[in-house]
């Protein structure tokens, strides 16, 4: 008992465990509890507990005698007995070297599933008990691949409209003397700077939806602004497709949070809609309210989506149709800032398609406040 307590403190602490585990105390623990001490209900135990941190105590002879819930979590233990061999050879390595060492290790998660990557130290005590501290870094590992992903879609994503600027700007000094051939180069390097200038915007809104600034205070949204001012963004791709935009569903509905964020929105999966639309066709925005949610509903006629892209369709960068998005200038942020977004205000984003008949995207919002004297089924267009 005497043991556990030294060695509660010492983690508490965050000092050396060395100097407060000795043999006799140890010795002590165990007569006094009758063997290996796992979960028991000691003193001490059931604040160690609940650390988060993995906490396991070996013996001269490498016997567990004490490990607390964490560690069995994390997959340190198992049935009485360290479960990872690579452990096993860092405690055997330690024992030999008296020094203390750190690691990080990939343990299986207990159920099934990704591995759970934990950071080890493996301390020799004077009595020849190892004491093994393990931390779930897991998210830490997450985080970090999610940064490589980024750095290196952005890089990419960049390196193409410099690449082709550059060419091109190259191809029209070249031009001087034949203007039609200038006024040609002149054309695409406007529309591939417009590009460049898309992503480093959509860049920044997405970082400032994912918290990077203060998020805007939230007041009443009235979500017929919404429509309209997604509507009106998105007035110009429309016209030049021919592509006819029908608003129908409910009047006066009322959310909560940034009207400006809930019509960028909107307004990003209109353009999807358009952008993934052959001419001539039609995309419904429908509003309606469902208990204490409301929706907003874009669905198109165009080319839909593989069942095996729409678990990712909102990833950052992530296009189920490279070559299109790019041909109509899809940065393939849109639809992740549109799961920011809703994720911001309390509600989600999903979505439903059939290849070759088209896409329903629906945003659910919570609902504030119904107008009752607006609230009304409504039809118009754009």
Excluded: C
Aim: glycine residues 10%; hydrophobic residues 40%; negative net charge.
């Amino acid at each position: 008992m005497l043991g556990l307590a030294a060695l509660l403190a010492g983690i508490l602490v965050g000092g050396s465990l060395v100097a407060v585990l000795t043999h006799k105390s140890m010795r002590k623990a165990q007569s006094q509890e009758g063997g290996p001490v796992i979960a028991a209900n000691v003193p001490g135990e059931k604040v160690l507990a609940t650390l988060r941190a993995g906490v396991v105590l070996l013996g001269a002879r490498d016997e567990l005698e004490y490990a607390n819930h964490a560690a069995k979590t994390l997959g340190v233990i198992g049935d009485g007995h360290l479960d990872s061999s690579v452990l096993r050879g860092l405690v055997s390595h330690v024992r030999r070297s008296g020094k203390s060492r750190d690691a990080e290790l990939e343990l299986p998660r207990r159920g099934g599933g990704e591995p759970t990557h934990v950071r080890v130290r493996v301390t020799k005590l004077p009595d020849d008990s190892i004491v093994i501290e393990a931390e779930d870094i897991t998210e830490l590992h997450r985080v970090e691949r999610v940064r490589r992903d980024f750095v290196a879609n952005v890089s990419h994503e960049l390196k193409t409209p410099v690449g082709a600027m550059q060419l091109l700007a190259e191809a029209l000094s070249d031009a001087v003397d034949d203007p039609e051939a200038a006024a040609r180069f002149t054309a695409r390097i406007q529309h591939e700077s417009g590009r460049m200038a898309r992503l480093v915007s959509e860049l920044l809104e997405l970082s400032r939806v994912q918290g990077a600034e203060a998020a805007p205070e939230p007041v009443d949204v009235d979500v017929d602004r919404v429509v309209l001012e997604a509507l009106d963004r998105a007035r110009t791709g429309a016209a030049a497709k021919n592509i006819f935009i029908k608003v129908i569903g409910e009047r006066g509905l009322v959310s909560w949070g940034s009207e400006a964020q809930l019509a960028m929105a909107v307004g990003n999966l209109i353009d999807n809609a358009i952008n993934y639309s052959p001419a001539d066709t039609t995309v419904t925005v429908e509003t309606a309210a469902k208990g204490r949610e409301l929706s907003i509903t874009v669905t198109d006629q165009g080319i839909g989506i593989a069942e095996a892209d729409l678990d990712r369709i909102f990833e950052r960068f992530y296009r189920a149709d490279p070559a299109r998005s790019r041909a109509t200038g899809g940065t393939g942020l849109g639809l992740a800032i549109v799961k920011h977004i809703a994720g911001n205000h309390g509600g989600k984003v999903n979505v439903t398609s059939t290849p070759g008949t088209g896409s329903t995207f629906t945003l659910l919002l919570p609902s504030r406040a119904v107008r009752s004297a607006d609230r009304a089924q409504t039809q118009g267009e754009m």
